[in-house]
């Protein structure tokens, strides 16, 4: 009521005051102009918040009473409550402020807020009211309760979806208090305020557009609240918005087909590339991996993808087997997004394979005789690598007689070409290399063993072009000679050697009854025993044959000696032996010293030192009158003979040969020293003599034969004398006729000459030279009918009936031969 009265009075006022403040003025102008209106009652307005002892209002003036009064009736201000704002001053008469005064915490929302009190004065006691009304100032920002508000929008939020926002403060009234809201930026949210019953306003943000992550992951919103002052106040708050992330994106691959190039036989962990995709969620939306999508074709065994797109190789890759890879790769994301690409792979060759070299035929073993161009093996040969690493070449190994020839398209034969000998060689290995063009060259080999098989192409050969073998009479029969030996160099039964004896005559006598070969062996018998007298050699052939079809055969001449053995005693030709030796040299009394007395004559039909001979006397009456030449016999006076030697002499000559043991016998010579035959004859009676001493002797042997057999003496004993019994016999026999007998004796090989009678012995010897002979050789001729004589040189070797002897000294150039003639046969001179 009181404010419509100042209203009312004002208006003729209001123009002089400045725009600012102008409330404030106009209520002091009203507070000096009040009191006339209203008695006993005074009202002023003032601003909130003026300085401790500001003026308020003349409050003396105004209620029209003097200072003296104000001070005599003790005036003062009387309040329930609200004494503290204001203070009355006595002195000026005025009202000033007491204590800031704050119309918010005073009176909150009230309006109009105005402090009530009453200033009382005493003598005489009067009572005036005061209302100061409190005018708000723009003193308060809006405000928010926090100065941050914090959102988790997922990304998938649709649009409309609402956010509640903190709403503001303004502890002002009126235009001061809270007017507006404002948000920025408005990118995705839009603000919506909605009227509330109490009129204050909800504030809400509104998704107008979608959120993406990938975008803008966090925002930061300013929400501001602004009151409607003068000045303009405001508060603001921090709208903080994270945008949640969800798997609205999947993994993208940077390429969609990647490329490759590896070598073939890259080794195990080899990086062949790295693919990569990239998803462009969080967290684990955005997490990749990768992985290889292949199935069946074992590209997925051969490759490995890491977890950073790695592709690993994991395998062997062989160019061969295949000349790329496809690899199918997929990246996905843990929310199963995903993406697929494909990695070409392509591989490269390396010469990594050695030629293969396959046998497609071969033979073991071929024959020697095989025509050249004979195909030992077919062969083929392949390199599996491609160009020039797969370019393949094949030789053989040199020196031998084999070829290798290219057929088709990596086929080979290896052939003959030239003559082969299992002789030679028996076996070849031939060896096949192949080698490529790559760089490094690689190459294989392999040996093929090739066994030659035998012909019988080669005959048997002996060791010996001949042999010559020598075997000492008398022999054993079947005594093994030596043996012959062939060898064939055939093989097996091809070489497998029989001997064979070849049929011959040797003294018309098949040499089979000679000696015998050892079919096996080759080792030679002697069938019989063989007499050096009868066959001093003989000559065969032996033949060497092999086993093979037909079988090849060759021969060989044998030729076996016969060695003389000491198997014959000297045969005395003259003196002739009788069993009374009543032959007898005659010698003149008036023989002179050397006087040739006779010569002992003997043959010995063995051969070389088992036929030289030689003469000794053993025996002789007087050993002094007598010599014997030891290598002629001749029996020479060596004194001049004397009237005191005996007529009777009795000489006995051992002829001995020089074999090994010796052989030897011995002749009896009797030689009378007369001068007519007569003399020699009364003497040679007395020879009688002898048989008186034999007929004893003969009678001594008889008994002791009887006292022998008595005593059962072996038999041989008894047999032997037996013998010696007829023995004695026959020369009583011959004795008893009282003549002289003259038995002409013979060797065994004068069987055929016919006996003469006659006692004439003539005997001539010849000395001469020979140059040829160099051997010491007794040379025995052999004697026959013919009876003539001559000493020519030339016609001595054809002599009949001669016996010879060449004598050579141990210098080897002197030579005696002598010539012998038989006695009983030289009838003639
Ligand atoms: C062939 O090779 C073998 C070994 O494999 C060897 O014993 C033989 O002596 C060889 N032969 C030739 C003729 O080289
Ligand atoms: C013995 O060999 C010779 C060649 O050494 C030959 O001429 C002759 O015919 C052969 N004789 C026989 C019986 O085989």
């Not at 919103?221 to 002052?229: F, H, I, K, P, R």
């Not at 020519?792 to 070797?797: A, E, F, S, W």
């Amino acid at each position: 009521m009181d404010n419509h009265r100042f209203l009312w009075i004002a208006p003729s006022w209001i123009v002089a005051f400045s725009a600012k403040r102008i409330a404030w003025h106009i209520l002091l102008f009203l507070s000096a102009i009040a009191p006339r209106a209203a008695y006993g009652q005074v009202s002023y307005s003032i601003a909130e918040e003026m300085a401790k002892g500001s003026f308020v209002g003349n409050i003396a003036q105004d209620l029209g009473l003097d200072l003296k009064r104000l001070k005599s009736g003790k005036a003062r201000i009387y309040t329930t409550d609200s004494t503290e704002y204001i203070e009355l001053n006595r002195e000026r008469g005025v009202l000033v402020i007491k204590e800031r005064i704050d119309r918010e915490s005073l009176c909150g929302q009230t309006t109009p807020c105005a402090l009530h009190f009453q200033i009382i004065l005493e003598n005489p006691m009067e009572l005036y009211r005061v209302t100061v009304e409190i005018v708000d100032v723009n003193d308060n920002a809006p405000t928010f309760k926090n100065n941050e508000k914090r959102f988790e929008i997922s990304e998938s939020a649709v649009i409309g979806s609402k956010f509640v926002l903190e709403k503001a403060m303004d502890l002002d009234i009126g235009t001061n208090g809270l007017q507006s809201y404002t948000l920025n930026p408005t990118d995705n949210f839009v603000l919506k305020l909605h009227n509330q019953a109490d009129g204050s306003k909800k504030v809400e943000m509104l998704l107008q557009k979608p959120l993406d992550r990938e975008k803008e992951e966090n925002m930061a919103l300013l929400l501001t609240a602004m009151d409607g002052g003068d000045p303009l106040m405001s508060g603001t708050v921090q709208i903080s918005i994270t945008v949640l992330d969800i798997n609205d994106n999947a993994p993208v691959f940077s390429k969609s087909v990647y490329k490759s190039i590896i070598a073939e036989n890259s080794p195990k962990g080899t990086l062949v590339t790295s693919v990569s995709a990239s998803d462009a969620d969080k967290g684990g939306n955005g997490e990749v991996s990768y992985l290889i999508s292949n199935t069946l074709d074992g590209v997925s065994e051969l490759f490995h993808i890491k977890e950073n797109g790695d592709v690993i190789l994991e395998g062997k890759i062989d160019y061969e087997a295949a000349k790329f890879y496809q690899i199918d790769i997929e990246a996905v994301d843990n929310g199963g997004l995903s993406d697929s690409s494909r990695l070409i792979v392509d591989v490269t060759d390396v010469n990594d394979n050695s030629p293969v070299i396959n046998v497609v035929s071969k033979s073991t073993s071929i024959n020697e005789d095989s025509a050249t161009n004979t195909i030992v093996a077919m062969i083929s040969v392949d390199d599996p690598d491609s160009d020039t690493n797969g370019q393949v070449h094949c030789g053989i190994n040199d020196n031998i007689p084999f070829t290798i020839k290219s057929t088709s398209n990596g086929f080979y034969s290896i052939v003959t070409d030239s003559a082969l000998d299992r002789e030679t060689d028996s076996e070849y290995n031939i060896t096949l290399m192949c080698s490529d063009e790559g760089v490094p060259s690689l190459s294989s080999n392999i040996t093929l063993k090739l066994q030659i098989t035998d012909v019988n192409d080669n005959a048997p050969l002996f060791q010996k072009s001949s042999y010559e073998a020598s075997i000492v009479e008398n022999n054993s029969p079947g005594l093994s000679v030596f043996a012959v030996r062939a060898v064939d160099a055939d093989w097996k039964q091809n070489a497998r050697v029989s001997y064979i004896l070849d049929e011959s005559v040797i003294n018309g006598v098949a040499i089979s009854s000679y000696v015998s070969v050892n079919a096996e062996s080759g080792v030679i018998h002697a069938v019989r025993s063989f007499d050096y007298e009868q066959i001093k050699d003989f000559q065969f052939r032996v033949r060497a044959q092999d086993g093979g079809s037909p079988p090849l055969s060759s021969n060989v001449s044998v030729k076996i000696i016969i060695q003389d053995q000491n198997d014959n005693v000297p045969q005395i030709l003259y003196p002739v032996q009788t069993s009374s030796s009543a032959v007898a040299e005659i010698v003149p009394r008036s023989a002179d010293i050397g006087y040739l007395v006779t010569k002992v004559v003997a043959v010995d039909v063995d051969s070389g030192q088992n036929a030289w001979l030689s003469y000794k006397l053993q025996k002789a009456t007087d050993r002094a009158l007598f010599e014997v030449g030891a290598q002629n016999g001749e029996i020479r006076t060596i004194r001049q003979v004397t009237d005191k030697d005996a007529v009777k002499q009795k000489l006995t000559v051992v002829v001995e040969d020089n074999g090994q043991p010796s052989r030897s016998a011995t002749v009896n010579v009797n030689v009378a020293l007369a001068d007519s035959f007569p003399e020699m004859l009364s003497e040679f009676t007395e020879f009688t003599h002898d048989k008186e001493y034999n007929d004893n002797l003969t009678f001594y042997l008889v008994l002791a034969l009887a006292v022998v057999s008595f005593l059962f003496i072996v038999s041989i004993i008894a047999i032997l004398s037996v013998k010696c019994y007829r023995w004695r016999r026959e020369r009583m026999f011959y004795k008893s006729n009282g003549q002289l007998p003259v038995i002409p004796y013979y060797p065994p090989l004068y069987a055929d000459v016919g006996g003469t009678g006659t006692l004439q012995h003539v005997y001539n010897y010849e000395h001469y030279r020979t140059t040829d002979s160099r051997k010491s050789d007794m040379k025995y001729v052999r004697p026959c009918n013919q009876s003539i004589l001559s000493l020519d040189n030339t016609d001595i070797q054809t002599l009949p009936h001669a016996h010879s002897e060449k004598l050579i000294d141990d210098s080897g150039d002197q030579v005696r031969s002598l010539y012998y003639f038989s006695p009983f046969r030289v009838t003639k001179m």
